[in-house]
């Protein structure tokens, strides 16, 4: 039995990357043949994956991605994400 409404309801395969899950939507998830990847992300990385728009609103460029997770958060989760930078190569 699941914890969430619907979840007996849910028949479609999706694949998402998400920065938390509960066991019960994985469960759901991957019984449909979808795919959950946790992506860790810090809190000014979220913000410009949400609002890209902010930074330019503020002349400020997008920040880089972090490049390592910090110890607390090791296990927890299935990767780093990555963002779209406007850093010009070095």
Do not use: C
Not at 18 to 32: L, M, T
């Amino acid at each position: 039995q699941t914890s969430w409404q619907g979840a007996d309801d849910f028949t479609s395969k999706i694949n998402i990357q998400v920065s938390k899950v509960s066991e019960s939507a994985r469960e759901v998830i991957e019984k449909q043949g979808g795919t959950v990847e946790t992506v860790y992300y810090n809190g000014l990385g979220l913000r410009a994956l949400m609002r890209p728009d902010w930074f330019a609103k503020q002349g400020r460029l997008l920040p880089r991605a972090v490049q390592q997770m910090p110890p607390k958060h090791a296990g927890k989760f299935d990767r780093i994400g990555t963002l779209l930078s406007t850093h010009a190569q070095s």
